[in-house]
């Protein structure tokens, strides 16, 4: 058997999670994925993989290997890429995956970069989900936050932080908190992304770090969902500023405790490491960069 498909069928097995799958990948057949990888097991004289009904995993010797593999397989492309560089331009699909209130700051460089790049089509979907890059054949995702898989490339487009805030209503019926701690006992509305989960993070004018542990009677991942409820008074919200910007200066949500500022995050193009960067998603994703850089002020107009 040809060597490199039997690595190439090893690797995909690994990151797909079993024979079937990886045989979807490669449009060979579970049986002719099965034998490449005992073909490899049989020239190395040893098992790569731990085989049940369910899964299959890595064995000591297997882990070793796949590393080797997934650099050897990576060094492969890389050079193939490398030789048509010169000729290399952008072209087919490029499928990107981000949250809904990004979609403003994306929507401009989608825009740009179809109309520059003919040969290439967009395939944007729009969440508020953890997505598996791999398995649902993303190039690239535009998040708001650092995704929780490790292996995954994060390049920083902007930076951006929270505002706390709530409406004229809230404080009428509630009374302004004059102090992080008085946030324990309100209802603070909180979105499911968050971080750091109950406790939100605060830098205060000396720059020491401060946080408070909250609660409250709304969780969600849809910032807009929140948003409607912070105007309606249901609670005190740590709002993303680009989202409350407009009813901040109109004056319909009030900015509480300024001393105190959220944490720093980076809005962050995310794209898988085992593969080499195709022109499509470097370009795209250079386009995105400087957009971003042209756009700080508004993705963070609470600097």
């Known amino acids: 058997m040809d060597r ?3 690595l190439t069928a090893f690797v995909r097995v690994v ?14 057949s579970t049986t002719m994925v099965s034998n490449h990888v005992q073909a490899l097991e049989e020239r ?3 098992r790569l993989l731990n085989r049940t009904t369910r899964k299959v995993s890595l064995t000591e010797v297997g882990k070793v290997y796949y590393e080797r593999c997934t650099q050897i397989l990576a060094d492969i492309e890389q050079a193939d890429d490398i030789a048509g560089a010169l000729q290399s331009t952008p072209r087919g699909t490029l499928r990107i995956y981000t949250n809904t209130h990004l979609v403003q700051f994306l929507s401009p ?4 970069f179809l109309a520059a790049y003919p040969d290439v089509k967009v395939d944007l979907v729009i969440g508020e989900r953890n997505i598996d890059m791999i398995d649902e054949n993303f190039d690239v995702a535009i998040r708001m936050v ?26 009428e019926k509630h009374g302004k908190p004059e102090q992080l701690a008085d946030l324990s006992a309100r209802n ?15 830098i205060d004018r000396k720059g020491a770090s401060a946080a408070v542990r909250v609660a409250g009677n709304l969780t969600s991942n849809s910032g807009e969902t929140l948003r409607r409820a912070t105007l309606a008074g249901v609670g005190i919200w740590l709002a993303a500023g680009f989202l409350v910007r407009d009813d901040l200066e109109s004056g319909e949500l009030v900015r509480l405790l300024p001393e105190y500022r ?42």
């Open 262 to 303: 959220p944490v720093e995050f980076s809005m962050n193009a995310v794209y898988p490491h085992r593969h080499h960067l195709s022109a499509k998603v470097r370009t795209f994703i250079d386009l995105l960069a400087r957009h971003s850089a042209e756009q700080q002020k508004l993705i963070n107009p609470y600097a």
């Open 15 to 28: 990151d797909t999670g079993g024979f079937s799958a990886a045989g979807r990948k490669l449009n060979l």
């Open 4 to 6: 490199l498909t039997s």
């Open 146 to 171: 650092p995704p929780p898989d490790s292996s995954l490339i994060v390049r920083s487009l902007a930076t951006w932080r929270h505002v706390l805030c709530c409406s004229h209503g809230y404080i």
């Open 188 to 202: 603070c509305i909180r979105h499911s992304s968050y971080p750091h989960g109950e406790e939100w993070r605060f």
């Open 44 to 46: 190395l004289g040893a």
């Open 109 to 112: 460089a989608v825009t740009e």
